[in-house]
């Protein structure tokens, strides 16, 4: 980390749209193109990304008295509560305390010099990103949504609440856009349609892109594969697009 | 409510698993087996009931000084903080606050006399499931998870922290469990398959239900009609015998 270094924040407000699975891919597209990346898991209560890097099992150790050594995958350098506590046991703390220990990773962590530092952003509009918008004036967001409406509508109200703090909103990614058979090859729009596209109309931001439900990303979250490792996958295709967009709005 | 009503909190960890839609069609289920139902909206900041519900243009109206007057939909009383505030306006608000919001939505919401007052808690396992447990000792627990390892890691951590503060876990929902081609009758296990019962064996607990991913769900959420009113369909028939279950479960 340093001042060159670019935070991105990934949040979508509503849980489960795949939120941590896009930062994975994101942060692996951006080191694929030969950027310095650390992808720092914000849920501090429902971590899930070492569940989708495949590092479950390894743990951060501590340099000195202060420094936080994250792990690393992929030439990625990775930090996130479920690398330092037993996963078995359940996390019961409060707002507040959240918040210290956000800061404290951004700060602590021996994150050497970064390109990007993606910031998987825990759901709800509550108190982290309203820490990070204090603390990080210059975090920049992308938005993550479903076809749904109600997840659409709470990635707005995330949406509004960066702009209202000034935060760039450097575009909106649709996630889960439609599912196609693989028998007969029908393509089901099975929650919804085009509530990206709206999203950013309303947002006045890009849409960045649509990535499609497909079985290897639900793998790929799962057993630790990422598809945008494959650049001539479906997916890894479209992530490499967003990369170069997000990239190019950055210039 | 008084003495007699017994709380029913649906819960997930992780968000975007159809907590709301499962805690919304389960409240109609049990309302239509001729129980007074409640159904409080404990995602202060994410709320979706109002959108599930089709009550997102209705407004909770105060009665004299103290109490606040529900929305009635299907005969059930609904409250959301969507039904209190602008859709439009984001609300930036920390922890302590958000857990005094639902003890007041609690205590000051005119309930009348319910049997179920069932809860849609918030993702994760911070501030409001804590206070709950904390202030009502009682309340039971659905726990719901997808079949995704991810889902089901975090829903299980809820369910520790309920049995570490020694609430009862009623059983574990299933949701988005598969999904059919209506063209060529295909059954896919997009999420993955059978991790309702891996939760439900580590926690226990029964597993009440395993409920299909269908368009009829997912317009249900977005348009407002709510399967389990219909008791004919697939979805109906699913939620009916769960709703036996847990009553069967309670005597």
Redesign the interface.
Known sequence: MNENTTILAIGS?????GK?TVAANLAVSLSEKGYDVGLLDGDI??Y?IP??MGIKDEKATAIGEKKIKPVEKHGIKIMSMGNLVD??????????I?SGILEQFIKDVQWGSLDFLLLDL??????IP?SLMQQAKDTKFVIVT?P????K??A???G??AQ?TNSEIIGVIENMSY?I????D?K?Y???EGEGEILSEELEVDLLGEIP?L?EI?SG??IGTIPALDKESTIGKIYETIGDDIIKKLK
Not at 13 to 17: F, I, L, R, Y
Not at 122 to 127: I, V
Not at 148 to 151: D, F, P
Request: charged share 25%; glycine share 16%; proline share 7%.
């Open positions: 407000g509503k849980g489960g749209v941590s209560l429902g899930s569940q989708i996963d078995n046991q359940p996390l019961i703390w409060r707002g507040p959240l825990p759901p709800g509009t509550g108190d309203l479903t749904q409406i109600t997840a509508d709470v707005k109200r995330l509004l609440m209202k599912f058979c693989d028998n007969c029908k089901h099975i929650f919804g439900l079985k639900r979250g799962d």
